[in-house]
T-cell receptor, first 112, second 112 residues
Framework: EAGVTQSPTHLIKTRGQQATLRCSPI?????VYWYQQALGLGLQFLLW???????NRGNFPPRFSGRQFPNYSSELNVNALELEDSALYLC???????????FGSGTRLTVV | GESVGLHLPTLSVQEGDNSIINCAYS??????FIWYKQESGKGPQFIID?????DKRQGQRVTVLLNKTVKHLSLQIAATQPGDSAVYFC???????????FGTGTRLKVLA
């Protein structure tokens, strides 16, 4: 069984640009979660999608947004990139109602 | 590989010894807890979980202890092996939110 897959693995953007990160959940999982892991910090909750809808959001500005597609894959968009957005962005998935996540390996976003 | 934190507390143990990693959680309403292991360049991997109606749970070579009175969680690893070297995170969750609050992590180094 394929795990949670994220693309791209690495992404380099210039300040002010937009970044799009993608996530494919484990087959059968309907919930997708996004976390930011900045260097030296723990994981910070960004977004939770379930059945195509945003269910919960962390304390991040509106320029962090996303969506979930009918096939349950998800995109995270970060607009007007700032240097402080450089981090590892982790996607996780779970079946509806299950608390245990399975994480992907992440996308390393570097803003220069 | 990815660095998950440059200034994490570090626990160094001899191969074969037992390891104890501690975590203080923040929300007295949290009723579900997970320990994750993150190796360099990878996403966090589930180790073991525990619900708030329990104070101990055992897995293969791992034991999680929960003390709700002082909001403390610990992970015990028996007969620590070189493959256990990683960063370990505890995470707490309140039922229904599906939003984990992660600790900042502890780096475990296993000395040969």
């Amino acid at each position: 069984e394929a795990g949670v897959t994220q693309s791209p693995t690495h992404l380099i953007k210039t300040r002010g640009q937009q970044a799009t990160l993608r996530c494919s959940p484990i087959s059968g999982h309907t919930s997708v979660y996004w976390y930011q892991q900045a260097l030296g910090l723990g994981l910070q909750f960004l977004l939770w999608y379930d059945e195509g809808e945003e269910r919960n959001r962390g304390n991040f500005p509106p320029r962090f947004s996303g969506r979930q597609f009918p096939n349950y894959s998800s995109e995270l968009n970060v607009n007007a990139l700032e240097l402080e957005d450089s981090a590892l962005y982790l996607c996780a998935s779970s079946a509806t109602g299950v608390y245990g996540y399975t994480f992907g390996s992440g996308t390393r976003l570097t803003v220069v | 590989g990815e660095s998950v934190g440059l200034h994490l507390p570090t626990l160094s143990v001899q191969e074969g010894d037992n390891s104890i990693i501690n975590c203080a959680y923040s929300n007295s309403a949290s009723d579900y807890f997970i320990w994750y292991k993150q190796e360099s360049g990878k996403g966090p991997q589930f180790i073991i979980d525990i619900r708030s109606n329990m104070d101990k749970r055992q897995g293969q070579r791992v034991t999680v202890l929960l003390n709700k009175t002082v909001k403390h969680l610990s992970l015990q690893i028996a007969a620590t092996q070189p493959g256990d070297s990683a960063v370990y995170f505890c995470a707490e969750l309140t039922s229904g939110t599906y939003k984990y609050i992660f600790g900042t992590g502890t780096r475990l180094k296993v000395l040969a």
